[in-house]
T-cell receptor, first 114, second 114 residues
Framework: GPKVLQIPSHQIIDMGQMVTLNCDPVSNHLYFYWYKQILGQQMEFLVNFYNGKVMEKSKLFKDQFSVERPDGSYFTLKIQPTALEDSAVYFCASSTGHSQNTLYFGAGTRLSVL | AQKVTQTQTSISVMEKTTVTMDCVYE???????LFWYKQTASGEIVFLIR??????ENATVGHYSLNFQKPKSSIGLIITATQIEDSAVYFCAMRDSNTNKVVFGTGTRLQVLP
């Protein structure tokens, strides 16, 4: 199926520092998402993004979080500053945008905040 | 608000048998879309099958099929002729037609034994 790429696969960072997670969505997709998963548990919705704007976000999408996709490059999730509870696997997903269309996920970035 | 519930945390079955995984959902919308995903041991999240709420026929893809019972807000996943490589965590998810947010259940861990 369609491939979403995430870079890096694992990021280790000290608490309080900034981190940027990168996602290369499927080329013709228009909607982009970030999900957070802790210890193989539930996939928690963070945010979705369309046409340069955040469309919806959850309570987990704290003020320290931001997303952007400058000039059609990577779709990024930035956390500044990081906290211990931000340690998790972050999955990027994309879809063509129609509500019935399927989300396709990347392999995830494991973020370890020390 | 959307909600997806998977009550089975873990199931073990013998190879080549049929297994059903349960999922119930809550939504205020009359039109919605239901999905099943599989998360492998490597963490990869793979789309399996989708059911549109307006379709009466149960979706089928390969050895995956759905048992869609709309009056019960239920969307069970049936895997026939299970194989060892079907061992994974299975997530049920849904999206209303008026949102692009996809909400996931807590997952069911399937172990297929030889």
């Amino acid at each position: 199926g369609p491939k979403v790429l995430q870079i890096p696969s694992h990021q280790i960072i000290d608490m309080g520092q900034m981190v940027t997670l990168n996602c290369d969505p499927v080329s013709n997709h228009l909607y982009f998402y970030w999900y957070k998963q802790i210890l193989g548990q539930q996939m928690e919705f963070l945010v979705n993004f369309y046409n340069g704007k955040v469309m919806e976000k959850s309570k987990l999408f704290k003020d320290q979080f931001s997303v952007e996709r400058p000039d059609g490059s990577y779709f990024t999730l930035k956390i500044q500053p990081t906290a211990l509870e931000d340690s998790a696997v972050y999955f990027c997903a994309s879809s063509t945008g129609h509500s019935q269309n399927t989300l396709y996920f990347g392999a995830g970035t494991r973020l370890s905040v020390l | 608000a959307q909600k997806v519930t998977q009550t089975q945390t873990s199931i073990s079955v013998m190879e080549k048998t049929t297994v059903t995984m349960d999922c119930v959902y809550e939504t205020q919308d009359s039109s919605y879309f239901l999905f099943w995903y599989k998360q492998t041991a490597s963490g990869e999240i793979v789309f399996l099958i989708r059911q549109d709420s307006y379709k009466k026929e149960n979706a089928t893809v390969g050895h995956y099929s759905l048992n869609f019972q709309k009056p019960k807000s239920s969307i069970g996943l049936i895997i026939t002729a299970t194989q060892i490589e079907d061992s994974a965590v299975y997530f049920c998810a849904m999206r209303d037609s008026n949102t692009n947010k996809v909400v996931f259940g807590t997952g069911t861990r399937l172990q297929v034994l030889p």
